[in-house]
């Protein structure tokens, strides 16, 4: 070896010797390297638990979203120190679309649990409750259970959480948030404008004028064969009916499952998509429904606010943005005798609702200030005393005639005219007990919108003994006639008859029976039915036509006026009523039908009948809707089906597996027609296949 090259042989030994210690003295002296090596010597000599030397690796890393992780020298506990730093708004909504993509079909749409995975909901999870226990839940699954590995990318895991501890059961799912939720506005003007319904649906039954028929007519006669499930929302609530008939805007689907542990949602109208969601929790003594079962028919919407009234009566707006509450009054001063179930109706600056009664009371008819909540009017559907008609009951049993308000009427902008359905008296088989006509019960009264203000009443039943309310949907129509325009009333009522009236006086034009009748000799001129006094009324029980369900009920009717065809579901049952008035009647035979049949509008004389197989049990039937593609749709226990409007004949239909008891109603979005029908829980969107042409 020559002296040079010995000189730096010699040189690199004590550079080789003074290295590691002059790296060791350089990483002790700079903090930010000294705590990072510390935490790395406990992580490779096992001394923390439950992470990964690369997850670790990772939160090392200097960056601006720094995990506290040098607290792990001292804790030696992850579950302790990380924490989710991925918490902005952006990483909830991100969060949101993961957990719908990955999770949402086991631990529910809106987190609060399904039939393959626990609710989210709560603040108690028993895998470990910190962030990082939640990470590594989610992560590495929970063995032995369906929950398993989701090996996400850690942001991805993070804005999960976020998501999850966004998820709060009272104030609803945050979903939308104010940067990215959807404009909505729906000005009073435009409904009125809106005679019939097109592309939006929104009111309960499509307009104030309640027809029920839609301009919409890409699916016809000539394709509704194809019409096929497009997409397909399930309620996790099992308590109840659904019967809410959704409101649609701009691609936005607005509907409601009822209360207790309701809610009300918003979806996508083109795919279903949860867009946000809001519980109401009524108190556990609440009205509910009058059979104990809660019932809510859905939402009413005025400019940039939806409302919903709820099982202990209160009555709520919300923004229809976000689902955020605006307002919430209590209807009534006893929440555990009133609730409400019918879909408010808004109109100018106002929304009204009526409520059900369980048992007796006196229900009303209420309008509040849309913006504020501040109460404007309030009708009593049973005159008190002083009143004109208060004379119709006997002694104080108006005290307790119900007469409940129970379905949404409808709103004749022109006239500024609120038309609305009161329901039957109590005690609903006993007329001895509240002798007289009972006013307004039965009745359809027509109020000036703005003030409440009674303008006239007609009384389909005076001292009604068989529970026939009218709580129907009113349906107007004005006809041109050479002397200017008819304005008509059209209903078809509980009691069997189709009634014609003048929607300016309330007059009585003419009646027509469309299901078997026997309780009458016919109507009178003044419209008043001409009881049969030839009923034997003994107590053995006498056999009447229609029976307490009615010719028809709240299923809601539609009318065509271009083929001047009022189309209405109906029952043909008779029913053996007994004369005590305290039995319930009893069906007259084994077995009954129902049906759905076309009335000429002008006259109740009927054009068709689309009849359902006789059956033993269940004499409901379902709504029906009509288009201008020339189709009626309608149900009748599980099966929904679309006719030919004009005739009558059967098109299409498909089993839903569940009871539909909601009414069916159509709208456009992205383009495509849907027609949506509730069966069960479940909320169907149908549509034709993407392939098919809408030409006909
Ligand atoms: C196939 C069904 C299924 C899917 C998909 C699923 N989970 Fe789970 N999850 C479960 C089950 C079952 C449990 C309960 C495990 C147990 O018994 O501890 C669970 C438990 C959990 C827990 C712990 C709850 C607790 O009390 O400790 C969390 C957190 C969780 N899941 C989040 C998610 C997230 C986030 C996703 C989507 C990335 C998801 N899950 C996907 C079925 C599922």
Redo the contacts with the bound molecule.
Sequence with gaps: MNKAAHWYRNKLVVFAAVLPIALVGAIAAIPPLRWRAEVLILQLTGKIPAIETRELLRFMIPGPEQQPVARLIETRNPFAVLRNLHVAREDIQAGAK??QA??????GPDGSGGP???S?T?R??????SDW??YR??RL??P?????K?P?APVH?WQ??A??HAIDIQRGIPISSAETAPIVEVPSAEIAATDEPAEDWLTYAGSYRSTRHSLLREISTHNVAQLALRWQYQSDVTAGKIEASPIVRHGILFTTVPQPLGRVMALDAATGKLIWSQQYAAPANAAGGEFGAPVNRGVAILDDKIYMGTSDAHLIAMSAATGKQIWNVGTSNDPTRYYISAAPLAYGDLVVIGVGTKGGGVAYIVAYDAKTGGERWRFMAIPGPGERGHETWSGDSWKEGGAPTWLTGSYDAKSDTLIWGIGNPKPDYNPSARAGDNLYSDSVVALQGTTGKLKWYFQFTPADERDWDSNQTPVLVDRPTPEGTEKQLLWANRNGFFYILDRDSGKFQRATPFVQQTWTDGIDSNGRPMQRADLSRHKEGYVVFPGNEGGTNWWTPSLDFSLNLFFVPVVEQGMVFYSSGDDWPTPANRTFYTAVRALDARTGIQVWEYKHSPRAEKNETGGVLTTAGGLLFGSDLGVFFALDSRTGKYLWSVETGSTINAPPITYSANGDQFVVITSGRNTMAFALPKSVDGVH
Excluded: D, R, S, W
């Design positions: 993961i957990y990955e999770c949402a079909v086991c631990h393959g995975g626990p989210l709560g108690t999870f028993k895998n470990g409750e226990a939640i839940t989610i699954g929970v032995g259970t369906a929950m398993q989701h996400l895991l999960l959480i998501f999850i």
